[in-house]
């Protein structure tokens, strides 16, 4: 479940920022510049786990190389 979209400019262009809940409320991060999904909406989605994070007290799991699945 893709439960906020955050954008912000970087000398790169628009970055765009995934926030991903899980149904086990696990919390995924994809940020990316060349794809904007549309927030309250459910997804599948593979890539590659680039790190572990915390932000705000939460465990985050940040992903890279996102692909949506149908």
Do not use: E, P
């Not at 696990?26 to 680039?50: D, E, M, P, Q």
């Amino acid at each position: 479940f893709l439960k906020a979209v955050y954008d912000f400019d970087s000398m790169y262009g628009v970055t765009h920022i995934h926030h991903f809940v899980d149904d086990n409320g696990n919390v995924f991060i994809w940020k990316t510049n060349t794809s904007r999904l549309h927030a309250g909406t459910k997804y599948k989605i593979k890539g590659t786990v680039k790190g572990h994070d915390q932000y705000k007290n939460t465990k985050q799991t940040i992903l890279t190389r996102c692909t949506v699945i149908d």
